[in-house]
């Protein structure tokens, strides 16, 4: 039924037996950096890489500050614990999202609860949003109280879906004028931007990713951004340990995190970097050639980027006509040994967060049910010659 989609992946990616979703791209002065870190012998949690690093992302970004971490997850629970979601708070984030959003929120012995998507943006609706703390919350003390249970809403963490920003500013202005801290989840979309302004800053905090799926890799890590100096102070010290500057002693003041990125992996990181704003450009490329396929086949809908917006299209999206006819597209195309996947199964449909609360997840299930991403990794036949 999709041979002609097949083939069509296929010739985008010539010469490749299996098409991998999002494979790394090591192209750049990796080995000579973690050459260097290797004969620095600084390999673990300190080193020159991880400053520098840390350095990079916030030049690239505008950040103020950045803290690299081990992975995106612990970035996340580090930026929750800072902005101090405690035991008993409660945290607004997106069914439609990777399981570590609410695994974060959990670590902190806080609750999550979900609230819809937009369809066009796949991300947190500000609309969804704004009705849920009108409805269900009520403003004491200057905080934001859930009516039903008398907890304090304590933060709200939306996400950029694979790479598309969303509509981050409006909400950024609802929780303002309700004072939830707003950490926002970019793993998955660095280099996007709204407004000329990069995702993972509007926030008072940001996290991003390095697993080895996202648009760049360290192999694992994660990093914190903020522009508020004593957070990001907190951040690093909360992440390493809690270990108070001192020559010789051990002294801890509160329980920290062994959180810090290897200098090893930080090398990796500094290379990646180099190579981004190619990468995004050449994953660009890929989508401009897959949008003019998919707007002429018919009842394969194609996830745009939003104006105003520019998205890092980590991994492309088509929007199948409805569930049967996605797992069709799945079935055979990973018979075909292409690798397309569905959306995540919608966090509250697991055991764990099974009991949380939820608002009216229309979007997000009509999502759920109709996602699916097809190959986006940087591809090679694309690169001119290109050396960095
Ligand atoms: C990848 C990802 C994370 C976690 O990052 P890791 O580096 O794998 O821990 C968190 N949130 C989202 C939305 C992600 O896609």
Request: proline share 3%.
């Amino acid at each position: 039924m999709y041979d002609e989609v097949i083939s069509f992946i296929r010739s985008l990616f010539p010469g490749k037996n299996f098409i991998h979703l999002h494979e790394p791209r090591f192209m750049g002065r990796e080995k000579e950096y973690v050459n260097a870190a290797i004969d620095s012998t600084f390999v673990s949690s300190v080193g020159e890489f991880v400053n520098r690093f840390e350095e990079m992302i916030c030049e690239y970004t505008g950040a103020g500050y950045a803290v690299a971490t081990v992975n995106g997850t612990s970035a996340l629970h580090a930026a929750l614990m800072v902005a101090g979601v405690a035991d008993g708070d409660e945290v607004i984030t997106q069914p439609l999202t990777f399981v570590a959003t609410a695994n974060a929120i959990a670590y902190c012995r806080a609750h999550p609860i979900f609230v819809d998507v937009d369809r066009d943006t796949m991300g947190l609706a500000p609309e969804a949003l704004k009705k849920f703390l009108d409805t269900r919350t009520e403003q004491a003390g200057g905080m934001s109280r859930n009516k039903n249970t008398g907890r304090r809403i304590a933060a709200c963490v939306p996400m950029h879906t694979f790479g598309h920003p969303c509509r981050i500013n409006q909400i950024a202005e609802i929780c303002r004028k309700r004072n939830i801290t707003l950490i926002e989840d970019a793993a998955e979309s660095l280099g996007s931007t709204l407004h000329g302004r990069q995702t993972g800053t509007f926030g008072r905090f940001g996290i991003y990713s390095f697993n080895g799926n996202k648009t760049i890799s360290c192999g694992g890590g994660g990093v914190i951004v903020t522009d508020d100096q004593a957070l990001a102070a907190h951040a690093k010290h909360l992440t390493t340990t809690a270990k108070k500057p001192h020559s010789y002693l051990y002294e801890h003041d509160e329980v920290g995190f062994n959180y810090r990125m290897p200098n090893l992996n930080a090398a990796l990181a500094c290379a990646q970097m180099e190579q981004l704003e190619f990468f995004i450009a050449n994953k660009r490329q890929l989508t401009a050639v897959y949008k003019k396929f998919f707007e002429k086949s018919g009842n394969i809908g194609f996830v745009n980027e939003q104006e105003n917006a520019r998205s890092n299209y980590w991994l492309n999206t088509v929007i199948m006509p409805d569930r049967k006819t996605r797992d069709t597209f799945l079935e055979e195309t990973n018979n075909a040994k292409i690798m397309t996947r569905p959306a995540w199964n919608l966090l509250h449909s697991l055991p764990m967060y099974a009991n949380c609360q939820t608002d009216g997840l229309k979007n997000a299930e009509w999502l759920a049910d109709r996602i699916v991403n097809i190959p986006s990794s940087v591809r090679c036949s694309e690169l001119q010659g290109r050396v960095f």
